[in-house]
């Protein structure tokens, strides 16, 4: 009877101390709030994620998946691999560092694995899935993984507030850059917005005005996407018009642009006219700080984005521009650096006699990389995506050459230089 008196005491001990071993590593893991949120089933979702209590600790691939497993001899639990759904792609990685021990992430869910979770949920699988980061020690510990549940929606009403896509135009033009002479008057602008939810869209329109410095990456995010320590760090450049209204459930909304009487036209040059879209409550979700010791409050994150918001482009020439025999490039400028999902725009001024437009692009040893002919009065291109790829991260110049209606050249531009910024 000793005996077994003194077996089970061991055993409350050993259990004891398992437990307390236990609470100590769930102290000292990683947390992530919100720990669950709303997904649409068919349609891509945004949401703000905080991950706190980081010691020594950074962000590694993120996956989706059906079902967990232990991760051992990791920390936590990771995907079954026969249950992913998809990796984040890089484009829409954006961990952020935020504070001493924290890092956001906007977790961007793709339509594809939306559909993908919906066909294993119609097979019999659960109708909720696992959004699940991996953390990598700095100093040799562990890895460890963290775990958001993303529940599936028939709609998005219950979705975080969130922007999906945003497409920028001219009214009545496709052009993606416009060129105007002196006193000549720009069509409306019009956003194409789509999102998840429901929240208010508020904001502002701004325009860049020449010779002032050029918005970075951060400055063209959405104020949501990013950390609650840069929310104020954004550039800020000439206000023409602010915008505050209620975005119903619908998925689709046409955000009108400011008056075109508004948009400055004084100074010759290149303008950029940016939407900024400003951080908004969001009753569904947001980043509670002190559930995971990121630091006090609540981060506010409706509309947030996983991406760049677009920028219109127009120039302001003479009114005599264009009837010169000397041919005149507009964008980009010389040695422009395009970011990794910014879309590569040429334009140029049309000459006199001009029936058609050779545009070259050639490497820095005089390659030739690829050449498009257009019709006079296109003024604008758009390079195909695989231009990066053949340009193997390397710089590249440009050139265009006008040719008359017995395809004569008649006029030329000097080479401009442009290449591509790391990706993000």
Request: some cysteine; proline content about 8%.
């Amino acid at each position: 009877m000793n005996n077994l008196l003194i077996i089970s005491a061991s055993r409350l001990l050993w259990l004891a101390c398992l437990i307390a071993v236990l609470a100590l590593s769930t102290k000292a893991q990683i947390r992530v709030n919100p720990t669950g949120l709303n997904v649409s089933t068919q349609n891509p979702t945004a949401a703000f994620l905080t991950f706190g209590n980081l010691n020594n600790q950074i962000p590694a691939e993120a996956t989706w998946c059906g079902e967990l497993i232990p991760a051992t001899p990791a920390i936590g639990l990771k995907c079954n691999p026969a249950t992913i759904f998809g990796v984040i792609p890089a484009r829409y990685d954006r961990t952020t560092k935020s504070g001493s021990n924290a890092y956001t992430d906007i977790m961007t869910l793709p339509a594809s694995v939306s559909r993908r979770a919906y066909q294993a949920a119609t097979g019999g699988a659960n109708s909720s899935f696992f959004f699940v980061r991996r953390f990598v020690s700095t100093v040799g510990g562990p890895d460890e993984f963290v775990v958001v549940t993303c529940r599936m929606t028939g709609g998005s009403a219950g979705s975080p507030f969130s922007l999906t896509d945003v497409q920028l135009g001219f009214s009545g033009s496709e052009k993606p850059i416009l060129f105007v002479r002196e006193g000549e008057k720009l069509p409306p602008i019009n956003a194409e917005i789509t999102y998840t939810g429901t929240g208010r869209l508020k904001g502002r329109w701004e325009v860049v005005l020449p010779g002032e410095d050029l918005p970075q990456a951060k400055d063209l995010l959405t104020e949501a996407t990013l950390p609650i320590q840069e929310r104020d760090t954004q550039r800020k450049y000439t206000q023409i018009e602010r915008f505050n209204i209620f975005l119903p459930p619908d998925g689709k909304y046409t955000l009108v642009g400011p008056s075109p009487t508004d948009l400055p036209r004084r100074l010759a040059g290149e303008y950029l006219v940016l939407l900024r879209i400003e951080a908004s409550d969001d009753d569904v979700t947001g980043s509670n700080l002190a559930a995971v010791g990121a630091g006090p409050g609540f981060v506010n994150s409706g509309a947030v984005a996983g991406f760049p918001l677009p920028v219109l482009h127009y120039f302001v020439g003479p009114a005599g521009s264009g009837s010169a025999s000397a041919l005149t490039t507009l964008a980009p400028v010389d040695n422009k650096n395009f970011l990794p999902t910014e879309p590569i725009d040429f334009a140029w001024v049309d000459v006199e006699s001009g029936a058609f437009y050779r545009l070259e692009i050639v490497d820095l040893n005089d390659k030739p990389l690829m050449s498009a002919m257009l019709p006079a009065n296109s003024g604008t291109y758009r390079a195909p995506s695989w231009l990066r790829e053949r340009a193997s991260g390397g710089s590249l110049r440009w050139r265009v050459c006008a040719l008359d209606k017995e395809g004569k050249q008649i006029a030329e531009s000097p080479y401009r230089k442009f290449g591509f910024s790391p990706t993000e």
